[in-house]
């Protein structure tokens, strides 16, 4: 049916009220709180790699990376991952998994990094993050600290402080 019909863009600033809306409504008002929105705070996403679905011109899921350092290791943090609750369980969250993390590998990125259930995220190749020295803005639990190494073993030996890429040193 052409109503259902969803279609994928990377994210622009006319999406911003719907994707407000979305996480709004998704993680409530504990989502200024968390660690990863500690880090969004620092500076922008990329908007090249954060997508929307869309139903004509209705945003109906989203996704976005931000860009970070891990000491002095780039990455990219991905969230908030988030899709209406009338149209969540139809692939739509999976494919904007995909076209992150795809976009992300094209642009030469070389790990993501995120807060969130393991079960849901390790089909697209996150794993919990095990004897890490890496150090969140806020407490994080340790189950829900996953990475997704786009290149074979390049978070071996990252570790420090997670920040804004903009932050620089600070
Ligand atoms: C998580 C979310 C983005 C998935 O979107 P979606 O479009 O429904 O995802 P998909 O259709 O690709 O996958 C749906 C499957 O993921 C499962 N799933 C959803 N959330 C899950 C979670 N937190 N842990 C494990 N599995 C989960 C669903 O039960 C469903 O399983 P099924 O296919 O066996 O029925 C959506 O449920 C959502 O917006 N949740 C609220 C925001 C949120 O919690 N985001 C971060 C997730 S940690």
Same mark, same amino acid.
């Given at each position: 049916? *052409?109503?259902?019909?969803?279609?994928?863009?990377?994210?622009?600033p006319v999406h911003d009220?719907?994707?407000?809306?979305?996480?709004?409504?998704?993680?409530?008002?504990?989502?200024?709180?968390?660690?990863?929105?500690?880090?969004?705070?620092?500076?922008?996403?990329?908007?090249?790699?954060?997508?929307?679905?869309?139903?004509?011109?209705?945003v109906v899921g989203s996704?976005?990376?931000? /860009?970070?350092?891990?000491?002095?290791?780039?990455?990219? !943090?991905?969230? /908030?991952?988030?899709?209406?609750?009338?149209?969540?369980?139809?692939?739509?969250?999976? +494919? !904007?998994?995909?076209?992150?993390?795809?976009?992300?590998?094209? +642009?030469?990125?070389? *790990?993501?990094?995120?807060?969130?259930?393991?079960?849901?995220?390790? =089909?697209?190749?996150?794993?919990?993050?095990?004897? %890490?020295?890496?150090?969140? =803005?806020? =407490?994080?639990?340790?189950?829900?600290?996953?990475?997704?190494?786009?290149?074979?073993?390049? !978070?071996?030996?990252?570790?420090?402080?997670?920040? %804004? +890429?903009?932050?620089?040193?600070?």
């Amino acid at each position: 049916m *052409l109503t259902h019909v969803v279609t994928y863009a990377p994210e622009e600033p006319v999406h911003d009220a719907d994707i407000e809306d979305i996480n709004k409504e998704a993680f409530g008002p504990g989502r200024f709180t968390r660690a990863a929105y500690r880090i969004r705070e620092g500076g922008p996403h990329d908007r090249n790699l954060s997508f929307v679905a869309m139903n004509g011109a209705y945003v109906v899921g989203s996704v976005r990376l931000t /860009p970070i350092l891990i000491g002095t290791t780039p990455a990219m !943090l991905l969230g /908030p991952l988030a899709v209406r609750p009338a149209w969540k369980k139809q692939g739509i969250g999976a +494919a !904007l998994m995909r076209k992150s993390i795809e976009t992300a590998r094209l +642009a030469g990125h070389k *790990l993501i990094i995120l807060v969130g259930d393991e079960p849901y995220y390790a =089909p697209f190749g996150f794993r919990q993050i095990v004897g %890490h020295q890496i150090e969140m =803005p806020a =407490p994080v639990e340790p189950s829900r600290f996953l990475a997704c190494e786009l290149e074979p073993r390049v !978070l071996k030996d990252v570790q420090g402080r997670v920040r %804004h +890429a903009d932050s620089g040193g600070r």
